[in-house]
């Protein structure tokens, strides 16, 4: 897994390196390739120049006209400019510069040939002023917001370009992890499909050599009646094999409990029926051996909850051989139940021997237990408490 985010980090960090490259080198080329189609437009390709300038030119004309204004008045024709707020003029005759001034501070580098007379020549006009005629260029800077169209739309455009880049990369990192991580589940479930099948089988190999065993001590048993001392010998062999037996059904439940096929609950039924018939089973089996037991809080309520008759079956069992094996007899068992607005609830405690601890056992049963409770929508928990050890089932309840 840490090698997996390594290796998605990598590729993002990668991504994000091109994306930045990309977006720089797209915005140059376009900046490049735009300034000079741009240019080549304004200066050489159209008339725009001299669509803007003229109505300035004629405006001009009327006030040297005007005012008597001879090409020394520099201050009087400045005074004109700055009121129009002119940005650049130049005032030539044949081609050689009389006067030329700029009125801003800062200009836009891709303009800057609007403020240059050397190359302005070719748009100048003819102004008549009192002594002689002289060619005026006068440039309002309108060509500057194409300038910055340009760059807007070169910085939008790249910026575009970079981020549906860095989206398009990120969905095929995600898709391929994605991809990915459904061939590595599928091979998980395939290798635990493998692994539940293995102890499915598992379990029922070994039950036919246990059974044959059980029968030859039943066979050595019935021959050796009168031999106490083998007899106490025999009675260890059976329990120890009654031991295995019951760890390969549990191992069979937690098998059948935590594999994917699906299970199909039972129509809803009411909780007496669902689960008091099992409780009454182990009651039985649990009086048989010696136990008392403790139902007074054990009451019912028309109520209905879904379950699988062949786990519900198998959850008993196994809370009844939990309690033969590890209970105190000589503490009483407590079966109760509790009803509440979503949820009933089925609790079973038993004293606690000082030698003999659930706590410390595999716990395969309470995992098989849990596992198979969850298949069936609902929980279970345990908890140790003044002396007891308490299972408590949760069902859900079904409108």
Not at 3 to 32: E, H, M, N, P, Q
Not at 84 to 93: I, K, L, W
Not at 196 to 215: I, K, S, V, Y
Not at 282 to 296: F, H, P, Q, W
Request: hydrophobic residues 40%; proline residues 2%.
């Amino acid at each position: 897994m840490r090698d997996d985010l390594k290796r998605v980090k990598k590729k993002l960090s990668l991504t994000f390196a091109i994306a930045i490259i990309g977006t720089c080198a797209v915005f140059g080329l376009l900046y490049y390739l735009g300034i000079d189609l741009l240019s080549y437009y304004i200066e050489a390709g159209s008339c725009m120049i001299y669509y803007n300038e003229k109505p300035y030119i004629d405006e001009f004309q009327q006030y040297v006209s005007d005012n008597d204004i001879s090409t020394t008045d520099v201050e009087q024709y400045d005074e004109w400019m700055s009121e129009h707020d002119v940005a650049f003029y130049s005032v030539q005759e044949m081609g050689k510069v009389i006067y030329n001034k700029s009125n801003v501070d800062k200009l836009i580098s891709p303009a800057k040939n609007m403020y240059d007379y050397r190359f302005t020549g070719s748009y100048v006009l003819p102004v008549q002023f009192s002594d002689i005629e002289a060619e005026v260029f006068i440039y309002t800077g309108f060509t500057e917001k194409y300038y910055i169209a340009l760059m807007i739309f070169d910085v939008g455009f790249s910026l575009m370009m970079g981020i549906v880049f860095v989206y398009l990369r990120i969905r095929k990192i995600i898709a391929g992890y994605q991809t990915e991580l459904e061939a590595s589940q599928e091979q998980e479930k395939k290798a635990r499909q493998e692994k539940d099948e293995l102890m499915r089988n598992m379990a029922h190999d070994l039950r036919t050599p246990l059974t044959g065993l059980m029968t030859h001590i039943d066979i050595m048993k019935l021959e050796n009646e009168a031999d106490e001392e083998n007899q106490k010998y025999l009675d260890i062999v059976t329990d120890k094999v009654m031991d295995i037996k019951t760890q390969m059904d549990n191992l069979l439940d937690f098998s059948m409990a935590s594999s994917e096929k699906n299970i199909e609950l039972d129509k809803p039924i009411e909780t007496e029926y669902a689960v008091g018939d099992y409780l009454s089973e182990m009651y039985a089996v649990l009086k048989e051996r010696g136990y008392s037991i403790d139902i007074n809080k054990l009451n019912w309520e028309k109520v209905k909850v879904a379950v699988n008759v062949g786990l519900i079956s198998r959850i008993f069992a196994n809370l009844t051989d939990n309690i033969c094996k590890y209970a105190d007899i000589d503490k009483p068992i407590v079966m109760e139940t509790c009803f509440k607005k979503n949820n009933f609830k089925v609790k079973i405690g038993n004293g606690i021997c000082d030698d003999k601890t659930l706590l410390e056992s595999t716990g395969i049963g309470l995992k098989s237990v849990d596992m198979m409770m969850l298949r069936m929508n609902g929980n279970m928990s345990y908890s140790r408490e003044h002396g007891k050890f308490w299972v408590k089932l949760e069902f859900p309840i079904v409108k």
